[in-house]
């Protein structure tokens, strides 16, 4: 299958047609979504928590993103794959967002990149747009900002919660982005965003009135377990079985019983006594 462009993302919102994606960090798990027909990729700094074992978001460096987007890349070549730009990469000034945002785009060819923040990023947002990207924001639930929000919480759950988060939608298109995610919010204020707005805009944990859904995958595949939001659902759980195949390989070690001769190399026939001459010689 082609890759999505912008057009047809753009065409898919007005036809109605709902927008799958999900996240991958490495080359394998990249492979199994295209082959699976996803949509998009989103090389979120969520890896952070699910690869390297950090308590959040925050110590992702912009080195260790784009090693990601790179593997991912080399393994979905037919997909619209998104980098994620981490904190302090975009926060600070236009000119670190631009130059940032072209490092994802230079270094692991990326479809799109994506930032955190509503009105206060507008400047970051228009300045990539200007310079020829293609930038997608994010609001609601905002884990680079969690602190500020008082934790992994929803958002948008009040009239003037909603309102605001609305105001940002709108500032965003304004501003130039191609697309909106909106996380961990409640269905209905998901659905005011997503018919005002002309962009795509995609829920993770925001409800079905959406133009797409976005699951984070060490969450769906039952790989992450630290904690699970409630917006979650599990299609597997990898991270048990790879738990019994580590511990029947333990047993079968301690047991003498792997490896067997069907897991083993044959000498040619006849080298075997060969071999044993020799020795004794
Ligand atoms: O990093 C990520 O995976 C994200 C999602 C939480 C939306 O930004």
Redesign the pocket.
């Known amino acids: 299958m082609a890759k999505l462009s912008r057009i047809d993302l753009q065409r898919m919102k007005k036809d109605g047609k709902a927008v799958a994606w999900v996240?991958a960090y490495d080359f394998p798990t990249a492979q199994f979504a295209e082959k699976a027909g996803m949509d998009m990729l989103?090389v979120?700094?969520?890896?952070g928590m699910c690869v390297y074992g950090y308590e959040g978001?925050i110590p992702v460096t912009v080195d260790q993103a784009i090693m990601h987007c790179e593997a991912v890349r080399r393994a979905a070549p037919n997909t619209f794959v998104i980098g994620?730009m981490p904190f302090l990469s975009y926060q600070t000034t236009n000119a670190d967002a631009v130059l940032n945002a072209g490092r994802f785009y230079k270094e692991a060819m990326v479809d799109a990149v994506?930032l955190?923040g509503g009105i206060r990023v507008c400047g970051q947002i228009k300045a990539i747009a200007d310079a020829g990207m293609l930038i997608m924001g994010?609001i609601g639930l905002t884990?680079q900002s969690s602190g500020q929000l008082g934790g992994f919480k929803a958002q948008g759950t009040t009239a003037d919660a909603a309102i605001s988060l609305i105001r940002d939608a709108e500032a965003i298109q304004e501003a130039g982005a191609f697309s909106l995610?909106v996380?961990a919010v409640p269905p209905e204020v998901c659905r005011i965003i997503r018919d005002r707005l002309d962009i795509p805009v995609y829920s993770?944990g925001a409800g079905k009135y959406a133009d797409g859904q976005?699951m984070?995958c060490a969450d769906m595949l039952g790989i992450f377990k630290a904690f699970t939001p409630k917006f979650v659902k599990r299609y597997a759980d990898l991270g048990d079985q790879v738990v019994d195949a580590f511990e029947t390989y333990v047993k079968d070690v301690k047991e003498v019983s792997f490896p067997t001769e069907a897991h083993s190399y044959n000498m040619i026939s006849g080298e075997l006594e060969k071999l044993n001459q020799l020795l004794k010689d």
């Open positions: 996240t989103l979120g700094d969520s890896l978001t994620d994506k955190e994010h884990p995610l996380e993770i976005l984070i």
